[in-house]
Every structure is written in structure tokens, then in C-alpha cells.
């Protein structure tokens, strides 16, 4: 994959806050652990458009894509992904 084709779009930092603490609350982390939440737009043929990235760095790190953009996630969305056997890596 092409990461330059890659960018960042802006989300609400508001919005970004919640997620943040949407993953706090649902994984067994320590509030000192640090929660990397990024949106991403992809813009080559086969990938979705937008993206969200949350990088828990824990040791080793968790990795967990979810295919919407950041200010229409839900809480529900958390529940989905952080219930699977494992996260997605690249």
C-alpha cells in the first residue's frame, strides 16, 4: 500500500476526546498508557475512504481499525472490535 497516498482529515477534537475515552473504558489499560486516535483517507482503488486508527501502546503494541470516520463512531463500535479474539495488525 501507497502510505503517501494517505492523509490525515480533520476531526473534532471534542469527538477525538470521546473515542479516547471510549477506549479507556473499555480496556482493561492503566490511565498512564497512551491512545494514538487517528483518522485516515485512503484514496486508492479497493480501500475504504475513510478510516479510523487507534494504537493502544501497550507492550506489544494493539492496533485496531474501524471503517468510519471518526465523528460517526459510536460506543456500540467499541464494543465490536475490542470483544474480537484479537486486534487487526498490519
Request: charged letters at 20%.
Amino acid at each position: 500500500m501507497n502510505l503517501s497516498s494517505r492523509s490525515k482529515s480533520k476531526a473534532d477534537p471534542n469527538k477525538i476526546a470521546q473515542v479516547r475515552d471510549w477506549v479507556y473504558n473499555r480496556l482493561p489499560i492503566s490511565p498512564d498508557t497512551a491512545v494514538s486516535i487517528n483518522q485516515l483517507v485512503c484514496r486508492e482503488p479497493g480501500c475504504h475512504p475513510t478510516e479510523t486508527v487507534i494504537a493502544v501502546m501497550t507492550r506489544p503494541p494493539q492496533q485496531y481499525r474501524i471503517y468510519k470516520p471518526i465523528a460517526d463512531l459510536s460506543y456500540s463500535d467499541f464494543h465490536n472490535i475490542f470483544c474480537s479474539a484479537s486486534p487487526e495488525l498490519d
